[in-house]
């Protein structure tokens, strides 16, 4: 019972330390630099592929 215990907890911490990690990677490459232009870029794209209702 105690490995066991022990399995989980040793899984649960590389799971945690992946997450830092990819959200360092994240920082790092600039993928949060600008996020309002994220959402207006997905926006003109909707608007354009509706096109006009005829």
Same mark, same amino acid.
């Given at each position: 019972?105690?490995?066991?215990?022990?399995?989980? !907890?040793?899984? *649960? %911490? %590389?799971? *945690? %330390? &992946?997450?830092?990690? %990819? !959200?360092?990677?994240?920082?790092? *490459? &600039?993928? !949060?630099?600008?996020?309002?232009?994220?959402?207006? $870029?997905?926006? $003109?794209?909707?608007?354009?592929?509706?096109?006009?209702?005829?």
């Amino acid at each position: 019972m105690e490995a066991l215990t022990l399995l989980q !907890f040793v899984v *649960s %911490l %590389l799971m *945690s %330390l &992946g997450a830092v990690c %990819l !959200f360092i990677w994240a920082v790092l *490459s &600039g993928l !949060f630099d600008d996020v309002e232009a994220v959402k207006y $870029r997905a926006y $003109r794209t909707e608007v354009t592929d509706d096109g006009p209702q005829a």
